[in-house]
């Protein structure tokens, strides 16, 4: 009989038909003979709604009662699901935090699950009930109330899989996978049907946002399959799991893009050993997180160029601190806030020459200038205009067989 560890996000037990139409899926996987631990969410919208309330109380709400607050909307729904399901004559009960208990670390609302007794849910599952356990929350030593940081519903869930021995974790959604480029923006885009750990943790750090980055790495980091799929069609998911595990066929297995990015360019920097570490020295004292970095040779032996990019919020910040930096001279500095970053991923593109050259005839073909590039084993990024993302990703997908 296999465990399954199934997460319902926040649009999924959204309503009250929703949590039934939940209660029916869960119902459907307990008669096929599994063993069931749902994760639940709280219903969309309900965790902004209470951060707003603390907020119109104080900016500084106390933090211990803000996690007191927040785990407060994870508990109407696995309470609400519980019932549906013993409404429906399946056996089930929900769990608070501190009653299993998941042991947690660190500060509130940034806290990190260590540890959950298992004892009390193993029993209740050999007993043929469905155990349902909030995200989001856990307790800490002393015994308060924590929240593990937002969207936190994705890591307990991968923590319970861990730690239950569970065969699958299933992340259920409001979107059927994950896709080999934006689906609004790219209609012929595909759904992936399996995707390494790698590849999905770059896909999503570049705006696929389907699960949280730092649940998919603690996945990775313990092997532990994952499957995203649709809480509202019956469609397959897309399946991620170690990169053994796939067959590549084709080099590029997705297409994202950012638009979020700014370029920064120094130019007439001298060229001597030290002047990068005291540009960008004072930057990562700021938190500003630099992306690429482009030195040019310098045909002169004396003065070169630096170009880089950082995101586009922090923008003024980095233009302040270079134009405060007393350590570096230069001749001019100039910045370019209408840029796009276009990144091809794929774990087989290790094994496939050409890949990189594949990419910039295409982007030169469609007459689109690369401003900056960066590389990994599994990833090329390009900097380009803003206004050319659109065309650049579509003849990219199309490119790279994707369509
Ligand atoms: N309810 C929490 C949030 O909105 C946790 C989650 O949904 O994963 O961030
Ligand atoms: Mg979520």
Redesign the pocket.
Known sequence: MAKKVLKF??TSVGTIDRILHVAQIIKREFDADHQIIAIV??MSG???SLLKKSKSISNNFNPRELDVL?TS??QVTSALLAGALIEIGVKSKSWQNWQIPILTEGENSNARIINMNVSKIEKYLSEKGVAIIP??QGISKNGDITTIG?????ATAVAVAKIFDAETCEIYTDVDGVYSSDPNKIPVAKKIEKISYDEMLELSSLGAKVM?SSAVQTAMMYNIPLEVKSTFTNRKGTKIFDQQNIDYTKSVTGVAYSKDDAKITLVGVQDKPGVAASIFEPLSKKQINVDMVIQNISSDHKTTDITFTIKRNDLLKTLQTIKENKDIHYNNLSHDEKVSKISIVGAGMVSTPGVTFKMFKSLARENINILAISTSEIKISVIISENDTLKAVKKLHNAFDLD
């Open positions: 996000g926040g969410s709280a309900e965790t902004d927040l909307g994870e995200g989001f937002r969207g936190g519903s994705d949280q």
